[in-house]
């Protein structure tokens, strides 16, 4: 079962991104304020849910939480400050659009760029561990995921419908067979 809280008396703000690893689109990123009292027996890690899962929750989140947002930050951008430095400006995005601000962040894995003066815990596996994290994996998964089906009807022998954008075999053979777009990360040194 996940845990609710980190502090129990804090506002405390769940924070992930999804996409970091993908060939083509943005990174995406999500903050999350739950209330301290909130359960869902679906929730969890968004990796380890099915879409259909991700896609039912996701309205849950959005109504009962707090507060939520959502940043992204797109593959030119990407190329021009790599890929951790687009992760922390997602994040930070996502945390200038929440309407209630937090007094403690609690982020997704091992590494965070300081957002104002709000402290912050980085969690290995927070996704796993915290409900804030994960419903803030879900939403930054389920964006990214809508976006990249919708650029998708642009260049559809990518099969982002499909891959997201990963580099699946399928994503790569049409990479050799077509090169890459305008969507693609160009500092990934994506062999076509």
């Known amino acids: 079962m996940l845990r609710s809280f980190l502090y129990k008396t804090k506002t405390e703000a769940g924070v992930d991104e999804a996409g970091r690893g993908c060939y083509a689109g943005p990174v995406f990123a999500a903050a999350v304020i739950l209330p301290k009292d909130f359960f869902h027996p679906l929730l969890n890690d968004s990796k380890l849910l099915s879409a259909k899962q991700r896609d ?9 939480s707090i507060a939520f947002a959502v940043g992204q930050v797109c593959n030119i951008e990407i190329d021009r400050i790599n890929i951790l430095q687009a992760s922390y400006k997602a ?3 996502a945390l200038n659009n929440l309407e209630k601000e937090p007094v403690q962040l609690l982020i997704d894995g091992n590494r965070f760029l300081p957002y104002k003066n709000i402290k912050h815990s980085c969690i ?6 915290f409900a804030s ?5 879900i939403l930054a998964k389920t964006y990214r995921d809508d976006y990249m089906i919708t650029i998708h009807a642009e260049y559809n022998y990518y099969a982002w419908d499909k891959n997201k954008g990963y580099g699946t ?6 990479i050799q067979e077509n090169g890459l777009c305008k969507y693609h990360r160009k500092s990934f040194n994506i062999l076509p």
Not at 56 to 64: C, D, F, T
Not at 133 to 137: F, G, H, Q, T
């Open 56 to 64: 039912q929750l996701r309205p849950i989140i959005e109504k009962e």
């Open 91 to 93: 994040m930070h995005l």
């Open 124 to 129: 290995v596996k927070g996704d796993s561990i």
């Open 133 to 137: 994290i994960a419903a803030a994996s």
């Open 169 to 174: 075999l399928t994503h790569r053979k049409a």
